[in-house]
């Protein structure tokens, strides 16, 4: 602890307590343990009587000092010193009494109260030493963790574009290498097969992704069991083993957890086995760092079924289809819908339609390729991009989903559920313009093969009647819609007047007439 602690602590009353227990021909001083007065309480002498020889009696002292000593002479100052220790038992500051009155017979007398005098007052000031030190030691560590949280909270959660996201996730983990004093910091999902990581630039921890991957395949399906904290400072911990971490080192693991409270990813920090324990701090921190990262995560993902939500899935073909234009690839769009959900949620209940829904969108994520994504669109519906994939690709995998789900039989409640899904499929095209197209034709192609019955696959084609048909539709519900919340619509009266004249009342005809846009 630097010696500046013992200059925040009020010595002066220590010093004033001290002088009502000794006479006022005892001068007192209290002095840091490179020599320099802190207070000093000079009775009636008037003047720092003896001050060179207390200083050098100081020095000589210190080598020699022990916590606890008794009250120890300094004869050539007729002094008296005594030292005050901190907790690890070294020297912090020494209280000194110099004796004017050297008569005989007062001199023992005074010797030895002064003695008594210490051994009361110094304890004192070593006990507001240890609690001052400890504030200290809080001040700074507070002061820590605010920066860190400061770093943990001025990135954004919301992040609009989810092919930002993994620029977003790295730039954040080099930000804690960066803060905090660790060899490697990672970040997977390992279901997504995606791993972020970053060092310190210091030597290497060996097969570092090897321990990352042992984590991702065990740590996960444990944490409901074990908690949801993973701390290990001492190679010989039995965790070494039970995790598969052959490799000497320290780690400490946190879940990061979505909005259901599943962990879908780890946050990992390594350090050498000789670097520094983790503590309950590094511990807190982490905690605060996941849940950020889940923050993130959270805002490109459905939280019913771990898939990523519209907004990300159309940030994701708009993504597909500028490559598309830039290098020549072709791409497919899937509009998957799934069919009697209706009929589940009202014969067994909305649970059991979510339970559907969520097994569903584990088998679609589990059947198609890592290079491809998977979205749940609502209600229901799902949408897929298989990437660098043509026409006759496409059409392939959405009749191996379409068989998948369609042979696939669901359980809840002890009952049995089948059910089926029709899918709409488009093409990403070099020559493609806007990627609202896209979207739209497979949403054409999927209600199209809807309305020819359930349980079928249907691609867009520019040339097919149906779907042109249902497209000008489309176009015009959106345009009465518009025209509606627009007030565009006029109306029109007119009288019907009968050739010959009669008595009969007269008939209007009302019309409503779409002024242009």
Known sequence: MPETTINNINVEKHLSLLREMVPDSVDLYACDTAGGIIAADRGNTGEFAGLHSIIDCNRRFEPDCNPGAACLECGASNSKIIPVCNTQEEPVAYLIAVLNDTRASHAEVISGLIARSFQVVAPCIEKEYDLTSELDAMATELASRYEELNLVYETTDDITDIENEGHTLT????????????????????????????????????????????????????????????????????????????????????????????????????????????????????????????????????????????????????????????????HCVLNIDLDKLKVINESLGRDSGDHVIKCVANLLQDRIRSLDSVSYLGDGRYGVLLEQCSM???????????????????????????????????????????????????????????????????????????????KDHLHWVTRIQKALSNDMFIVYCQVISPVTPTTRDYQLEIIMRLQDE
């Open 392 to 470: 006759e690709q496409g059409l392939h995998v959405a009749e191996s989903l379409r068989k998948l789900i369609g042979e696939s039989t669901f359980t809840w409640n002890s009952i049995s559920i089948e059910t089926s899904i029709t899918i709409g499929i488009s093409l990403i095209e070099p020559h493609t313009e806007h990627y609202n197209d896209v979207l739209e034709a497979a949403e054409m192609a999927r209600n199209a093969a809807k309305e020819l019955g359930h349980n079928r696959v249907r691609l867009y084609r520019q040339n097919d009647e149906n779907i042109t048909l249902r």
């Open 171 to 330: 730039s954040l983990i080099r930000k804690y290498i960066e803060h905090l004093d660790v060899d490697m910091i990672a970040l997977t999902f390992p279901k997504q097969e995606r791993i972020f990581s970053s060092t310190n630039g210091s030597e290497p921890i060996p097969e570092a992704y090897n321990i990352i991957n042992s984590l991702g395949q065990t740590y996960l399906e444990r944490v409901s069991k074990d908690g949801d904290f993973l701390l290990i400072n001492d190679f010989t911990d039995p965790k070494h083993e039970e995790y598969q971490l052959r490799i000497p080192c320290k780690l400490m693991a946190c879940p990061v957890v979505n909005s259901q409270g599943d962990a879908t990813g780890i946050l990992v920090c390594i350090n050498h086995i000789w670097h520094t324990d983790f503590y309950n701090s590094d511990k807190n921190l982490l905690h605060v760092m996941a849940r950020k990262i889940a923050k993130i995560v959270q805002s490109n993902y459905d939280a019913g079924t771990g898939l990523i939500n519209q907004r990300s899935f159309a940030s994701l073909v708009k993504g597909a289809t500028n490559r598309s234009r830039s290098r020549g690839q072709f």
